[in-house]
């Protein structure tokens, strides 16, 4: 089947498979590793992409369901030419929410979407954010300190904030 | 497998219907595209409804009831005003069902018709009183989800027919919108135990009204009328609670499996209803 969607901006064409799930047609066919599979059953986030800007787990999605679409994978935040990241990105190095990395392509495109949705969230709203991706090695404090620095650069990601409403 | 089918409308939709009767149809993949991994299911074609807008989005309909498109994403339920402000029991379901990027792809017809003991939409559905809107080419019924859910995995619907949305007539004569889910983490987390309840509780303490359904306590959602009864017309105390939480305990029919042993979820399903105490004082006990 030919599928034509917008990956990380460029218009692409592909002859795949319309079974083909998204997560091997990224990384296998594309050459993407960047966007990574950890259950495969909708339970980790590795493999989260965003898809019209909005996460999806690409383990849980055919190639068919990209038609027409636009979809952003990890490679995308930060286009190789110069250099820059995205300030998610800048914010997980600065703040060493890193450790293995396997699940750090989820985590900041999970971020993303949780900030385009909520620019300022405090950490309770950020911790709910990032709750479809796990991590096995930094016990997530460091992550949820980077997005919040992510959300307010300046601003101390340690320091408690003023509880907001309930939603 | 080989075909996927991504109908853009419901014309679409019956004609790729006619032409694979056979088809697995399926709108956000979360639970699908899981069982044929798993090797449960071995369909040979798919048809996605993600593309059909006219089954999307939330409306009010001239009597106050609400209509949800069965191919409404669950977060789409979460941000709008009509659900939160109308249908709490079901929006507090939602916040807790799997996890954001499941909360964007999976449906609520989905998880209807994937019927599971543990759908989290089901014990607010069942509460509520809500019908389901089954349509074919030719032709709608309406039924009440009560009636659609005969079994685990097992629905009423029809081949050639879709879910293609919810009716839910907004509670407005009840004060307490409750549920509350017992699992073994708060994301992304099976359920062990739910409860939905609604309550009309009069201005002495009176309880008036009441409506109960747990999930994963049973094959399909649990109801106990018997328990209901003992609270109709009693003071909304922890004693009262506990002769009906007796009642449920003794009459629930959970299974063990790796989340949990059936004693636990005995117990837990009877617990569940002392929480009610609190609603006055405690609004995350359902306000």
């Known amino acids: 089947m030919k599928i034509r969607f917008s990956l990380n901006g460029s218009t692409t064409q592909v002859e795949v498979p319309a079974d083909r799930r998204v997560v091997d047609l990224i990384r296998e066919d594309l050459g993407l590793t960047g966007t990574k599979e950890g259950c495969g059953a909708g339970e980790c986030g590795a493999c989260t992409i965003l898809v019209d800007g909005e996460s999806r787990l690409s383990c849980l999605m055919l190639a068919a369901q990209l038609q027409g679409c636009s979809i952003t994978t990890i490679e995308g935040l930060a286009p190789p030419e110069d250099g820059s990241l995205h300030a998610v990105q800048e914010a997980f190095i600065e703040h060493g929410a890193v450790q293995c990395g396997f699940c750090t392509p989820g985590m900041v495109l999970a971020a993303i979407d949780l900030l385009k949705r909520n620019p300022d969230p405090d950490r309770e709203e950020i911790r709910r954010g990032l709750s479809g991706n796990l991590c096995r090695c930094t016990g997530y404090v460091k992550i949820v300190g980077a997005v919040a620095a992510a959300a307010a650069p300046g601003r101390n990601p340690e320091a408690p904030r003023e509880k907001k409403e309930s939603l | ?287």
Request: charged content about 20%; hydrophobic content about 45%.
């Open chain 2, 1 to 287: 497998m080989n075909q996927v089918l991504l109908p853009g409308s419901l014309a679409e939709l019956w004609q790729a219907l006619d032409i694979h009767p056979e088809a697995s149809v399926y709108a956000g993949g979360t639970d699908l595209l899981v069982q044929i991994r798993n090797g449960l299911r071995h369909p040979t074609s798919l048809i996605c409804l993600d593309r059909l807008e006219e089954l999307k989005g939330i409306s009010r309909q001239e009597n106050g009831t609400i209509r949800i498109g069965s191919c409404t994403a669950h977060t789409r339920i979460l941000v709008d005003p009509l659900a939160q402000k109308g249908l709490p029991v079901l929006v507090r379901a939602i916040e807790g069902l799997g996890s954001p990027p499941i909360r964007n792809m999976g449906t609520i017809g989905g998880n209807i018709c994937t019927a599971s003991p543990a759908a989290d939409t089901l014990p607010p559905l069942y509460v509520l009183d809500a019908e389901v809107e089954l349509r074919r080419e030719h032709g709608v019924r309406r039924l009440p989800v009560r009636d659609f859910i005969v079994g685990p995995g097992i629905t009423l619907l029809q081949k050639g027919e879709i879910l293609s949305a919810v009716w839910i007539r907004q509670p407005v004569e009840y004060h307490a919108h409750h549920f509350e889910k017992v699992g073994l983490r708060n994301a992304l987390a099976c359920s062990v135990a739910s409860l939905a309840a609604l309550l009309r509780v009069s201005d002495d303490g009176i309880i008036e009204k009441a409506t109960l359904a747990w999930g994963s306590v049973a094959p399909t959602v649990f109801t106990c009328p018997e328990a209901e009864q003992i609270l109709i017309g009693a003071p909304l105390s922890l004693e009262k609670l506990r002769q009906a939480a007796a009642i449920v305990r003794r009459d629930v029919s959970p299974i063990t499996d790796l989340r949990a042993t059936a004693e636990y979820r005995r117990v837990v399903s009877g617990n569940l209803l002392l929480r009610l105490a609190q609603w006055r004082t405690n609004p995350a006990a359902g306000a």
